[in-house]
């Protein structure tokens, strides 16, 4: 008997590629997204110690020109916070395109699954009518042998 070979093999393969090369780009996306998120964070958290040392420094009356640069050094925080909020922003979009295109080879993987599955039984059903034709064929030949000899 002849075993299944499944024609659409190759085309299997490149997809299954195409899928596992889609859950990487996908964790590497994610990895980058929680870089992002870790960058923002600490940004804030560095926002915030600053502007408690601007208040304890107003507190202490110093000189206007220190104020004016703890001022300044409090919006180039807030700015290199708000950048990082942006590349948060753009890498949540990559992580979701990322989602998407591994959605999409999964199902496209999915379903040349699918028609391998249905093939192979197919082929299954087709080897065992084949199986029982022969089966039957002997059992009538031995029967007429038996009612030859009789």
């Given at each position: 008997m002849a075993r299944f070979r499944f024609r659409a093999q190759?085309?299997?393969?490149?997809?299954?590629?195409?899928h596992e090369t889609a859950l990487r780009e996908l964790a590497h996306a994610e990895?980058?997204?929680q870089r992002a998120?870790?960058?923002?964070?600490?940004a804030a958290r560095t926002l915030d110690e600053a502007r408690?040392?601007?208040d304890?420094?107003?507190?202490t009356a110093t000189s206007a020109a220190d104020l004016q640069w703890y001022r300044f050094w409090i919006v180039r925080l807030d700015h290199e916070r708000a950048m990082c909020?942006?590349?948060?922003?753009?890498?949540n979009e990559m992580v979701a395109a990322a989602r998407i295109a591994c959605l999409a080879a999964r199902q496209r993987?999915?379903?040349?699954e699918r028609f391998r599955d249905k093939s192979q039984a197919a082929y299954l059903a087709a080897e065992a009518d084949t199986e029982r034709k022969?089966?039957?064929?002997?059992?009538t030949r031995r029967f007429a042998a038996k009612a030859e000899r009789a």
């Open positions: 190759a085309a299997l393969d490149l997809r299954v590629r195409e990895s980058e997204q998120t870790a960058r923002v964070d600490a408690r040392t601007a304890a420094a107003m507190r909020v942006a590349a948060l922003e753009t890498q993987r999915e379903s040349l022969l089966i039957d064929e002997l059992a």
